[in-house]
Nanobody, 114 residues
Framework: VRLVESGGGLVEPGGSLRLSCSGS????????MRWYRQTPGKERELVAQ????????YYLDSVKGRFTVSTDKSKTTAYLQMNSLEPDDTAVYYC????????WGQGTQVIVSS
């Protein structure tokens, strides 16, 4: 079982990034997908979630209207489109899925800085 994130990097405030999470080894389309982020010294926080059938979503208040979570079932990939990025969005971002959300990716670093 693997979840692999990609798409992180350095971006200026106001810029955009799209994170991807590719799943393998389990029925990716059968489970909800979550995106978390974590900064040093802080707990991991839930940023966004999409249900397995893609109809229900959740967003952290601070990212509402700026981030969009989606999935591409045919490619077993989930996305987090991040627009209007702010310095406070700087973190390592993780995807999380599977039965009882037991599978985690390795994380991808996002740095928002001028």
């Amino acid at each position: 079982v693997r979840l692999v994130e990609s798409g992180g990097g350095l971006v200026e405030p106001g810029g955009s990034l799209r994170l991807s999470c590719s799943g393998s080894g389990f029925t990716f389309s059968g489970y909800s997908m979550r995106w978390y982020r974590q900064t040093p010294g802080k707990e991991r926080e839930l940023v966004a979630q999409i249900t397995s059938i893609g109809r229900g979503t959740y967003y952290l208040d601070s990212v509402k209207g700026r981030f969009t979570v989606s999935t591409d079932k045919s490619k077993t990939t989930a996305y987090l489109q991040m627009n209007s990025l702010e310095p406070d969005d700087t973190a390592v971002y993780y995807c999380n899925s599977g039965p009882v959300f037991r599978y985690w990716g390795q994380g991808t670093q996002v740095i928002v800085s001028s």
